[in-house]
């Protein structure tokens, strides 16, 4: 059995909300419906309604769902009163279902980690989530986001958080050892062009400029930028970074800054970035 089969994570939520997309694991199968526990909840039981489980009509369900399969379900009807919780399989799309089971696997990879991390230091799991995992969650989106920027900018990371002083070292070195910040590439296609003598010497003045811009503006963002010729008046400026937003960003408002710059030098220059 994998990790993340095993690892139930908890939440500081009782109970999930209407419409919310949960991973649970499938553990009574009946005519009626079946029976499962969610996996973000702390194992909470919900109900999957037998007119929930396909779009089509099915006569017998446990050929969809089977005891101890794992599914991403939507969460249709919540008894606060009762802590009953009831959930659809089939009102979840299956784009939907993919990114919510690559996000539950990075919420078990990092909480398993951290909860090592806690076990060597004397503590509880119920103490990883309250000092670490849920700070991280507050100020990254999840902790996975936030182990991966320790890695990238160290020790501050953390601290930003709220993460106690006593996790740092111990949680960046493993962060460091096991996690793998995942780098993307985005490209522009630039057109420069000059009608003075000097045009060539011109450009490559303006290309240079944009690309130290680029660099000092997105020391810790981007890795690595460079420009290159691909026939002129035709350049390539491929950044890579972590974080496609931020690059994105940053290297277009660069860009479009040096436009008006560069009519000062007497080149034109325009650009489009390219579909990934």
Do not use: C
């Amino acid at each position: 059995m994998s990790e993340e089969k095993r690892t139930v994570l908890l939440s500081r939520y009782q109970l999930p909300r209407v419409g919310e997309l949960v991973v649970g694991t499938v553990e009574e199968v009946y005519d009626f419906g079946a029976y499962l526990s969610l996996d973000e909840y702390g194992g909470l039981r919900a109900f999957l309604p037998w007119s929930e489980v396909a779009s089509r009509m099915v006569r017998n369900i446990g050929r969809v769902v089977k005891p101890g399969q794992k599914v991403v379900v939507k969460v249709i009807r919540v008894n606060r009163r009762r802590k009953q919780v009831d959930v659809s399989l089939k009102r979840v799309m299956e784009g939907e279902r993919k990114r919510k089971m690559m996000e539950y696997k990075r919420r078990v990879k990092a909480a398993t980690l951290i909860k090592l991390v806690g076990e060597k230091l004397g503590k509880s799991e119920m103490d990883a989530y309250r000092e670490v995992i849920w700070k991280l969650e507050d100020k990254y989106g999840d902790p996975m986001t936030g182990l991966e920027n320790a890695v990238l900018y160290g020790e501050q990371a953390l601290r930003e958080a709220g993460v106690p002083e006593e996790w740092i070292k111990p949680l960046l070195e493993a962060a460091r050892s096991h996690v793998e910040v995942k780098r993307v590439k985005l490209s522009w296609i630039i057109t420069a062009t000059s009608k003075e003598p000097d045009g060539v010497d011109r450009i490559r003045d303006v290309l240079i400029q944009i690309r130290d811009k680029i660099r000092s503006g997105g020391a810790e963002e981007i890795s690595s930028v460079r420009i290159y010729t691909i026939g002129a008046p035709r350049y390539r400026l491929d950044a890579t970074g972590h974080d496609p937003k931020t690059i994105d960003k940053l290297v277009t408002g660069v860009l479009e800054e040096s436009i008006k710059a560069a009519q000062k030098s007497s080149v034109e220059l325009a650009f489009e970035r390219l579909k990934q």
